[in-house]
């Protein structure tokens, strides 16, 4: 049987449809891009503004909790010592004392060995001449048990402290005469050295 060939306007007609279909298409496909985009676009503007369901939450970091049952040293868990490198010194010049905490308990206990805690202090008579915790510091806790000691080396560059913290090099030097010098900590009161003497001369 032979083959109906079309017209010119049936052709034509064909062809509309075909390009009308792929149009349709083409739009269908730029729209779901558009709305996908769109939908992209508010659930990363909910995430930085924190309003959408699906926003990152961040948990309040919780407080340390102390875990040690260590308690801080008291009276009779330490003693101190404090030793002059000299018992002399000249106006003007520097004096070393060698400070020592000594644990003397069997349990454990905690302290701050700083100089704002373990205080030397330099007096004549019952003035007050120099401490070492004049200026901050930052603390320095350690735990001691048994046998324990901590030795640190304090300097007294043979000057006055005034109410404020200065630099060394700006304070007054002492005249000469005798001090009295002695080791405390300031948050165990009644833990002292025996007082040591020094000549500034």
Request: charged residues 20%; positive net charge; aromatic residues 4%.
């Amino acid at each position: 049987m032979p083959k109906r060939r079309l017209t010119k306007k049936q052709v034509y007609r064909r062809r509309r449809i075909v390009v009308f279909t792929a149009l349709v298409v083409v739009l269908a496909v730029i729209g779901l891009c558009v709305y996908s985009l769109g939908q992209g676009i508010s659930a990363v503007g909910g995430l930085l503004s924190g309003n959408s369901a699906t926003a990152i939450t961040r948990s309040s970091v919780p407080s340390p909790k102390k875990t040690s049952s260590v308690k801080n040293c008291a009276v009779g868990d330490v003693e101190l010592s404090l030793v002059p490198e000299a018992q002399s010194v000249a106006v003007g010049g520097s004096l070393n004392f060698t400070a020592t905490i000594t644990y003397k308990q069997s349990s454990s206990c905690l302290i701050d060995a700083s100089d704002a805690s373990r205080v030397l202090t330099i007096k004549s008579g019952n003035d007050t001449i120099w401490r070492s915790d004049s200026c901050p510091v930052n603390s320095r806790w350690l735990l001691l048990a048994k046998g324990d000691t901590d030795v640190q080396t304090i300097t007294w560059n043979t000057n006055r402290t005034g109410s404020e913290c200065a630099d060394d090099s700006t304070l007054l030097h002492v005249d000469s005469g005798t001090y009295v010098a002695q080791l405390s900590l300031r948050d165990v009161e009644g833990v002292e050295s025996d007082p040591v003497t020094v000549t500034v001369s």
